[in-house]
């Protein structure tokens, strides 16, 4: 007997026309026992309605920048978001949100679940808050230390103690959304994580489908929390 897999979508990403999706997402999704479904783009909503209706949860990935509730003017070294991909992925996580199925956001995928819930977004964090260091790899960036909050589900899943994570973004959270609450902060401060009170819904900044089996228990959990949707309230 074949074990049930849930049905993950990816969003992908969009430019001249074509989609594309970076494997690292798709194997750290087999790996905790998915089923890795790319998000098609299509050109209205009664496409994603439909694709949501089949799948147990959603992925949302890294990204350009986003421009909803937006804190200062976008640097010159990261562009807004393409239409179609804007469109398409508020379509779906809409569709998705509806149905009260299990959404992980990351990165521009974090941040776009917070502008959703009227959350607000630096434009350029290093540039608008004091002390903080360079967070983007284009800019020079690495890997910085981030700790979870206790009491969150990231503490759950890893303890309160700081993690080593990748860094790889211009923008970051300013304020949460309705609804939301801080997971995990940078030790400069910079938010990294968010959580949804329902318990279905969380996003983080930085990118665990790169960091191997440091972040496979997130991806499992995700995908055990899709498999359950059914019983969630």
């Known amino acids: 007997m074949t074990t049930h897999r849930p049905r993950i979508g990816i969003t992908t990403s969009f430019a001249d026309g074509t989609q594309s999706l970076d494997q690292p997402y798709v194997l750290a999704v087999e790996a905790a026992g998915g089923l890795p479904c790319p998000v098609p ?3 209205n909503t009664a496409t994603a309605a439909a694709f949501a209706d089949v799948l147990d949860g959603l992925i949302i990935t890294g990204g350009p920048a986003i421009t909803e509730g937006l804190v200062g003017e976008l640097p010159s070294d990261i562009n807004p978001t393409d239409p179609v ?9 809409d569709a998705i949100l509806a149905q009260r199925k299990p ?21 350029d964090v290093e540039a608008q808050c004091v002390g903080v260091y360079t967070h983007s790899s284009t800019r020079g960036g690495t890997t910085h230390d981030a700790a979870a909050s206790p009491g969150t589900l990231l503490a759950t899943l890893f303890g309160t103690e700081a993690l080593s994570i990748n860094t790889r973004h ?3 959270l300013a304020e949460p959304g309705a609804g ?8 400069d401060g910079t938010i990294e994580a968010i959580e949804h009170e329902n318990g279905r819904i969380f996003g983080v900044q930085f990118h665990p489908e790169r960091m191997g089996d440091a972040m ?3 991806f499992r959990h995700f995908v055990q929390l899709c498999r359950k949707k059914d019983i969630l309230p």
Do not use: E, K
């Open 216 to 218: 496979r228990p997130l």
């Open 103 to 123: 959404v992980l956001g990351i990165c521009y995928g974090m941040q776009l679940l917070n502008a959703r819930a009227g959350g607000t977004i630096f434009a």
């Open 170 to 172: 211009i923008q970051a």
């Open 85 to 93: 991909r804007r469109d398409n992925d508020r379509w779906i996580l």
């Open 180 to 187: 939301y609450h801080v997971a995990m902060r940078a030790s």
């Open 41 to 43: 783009m299509g050109a």
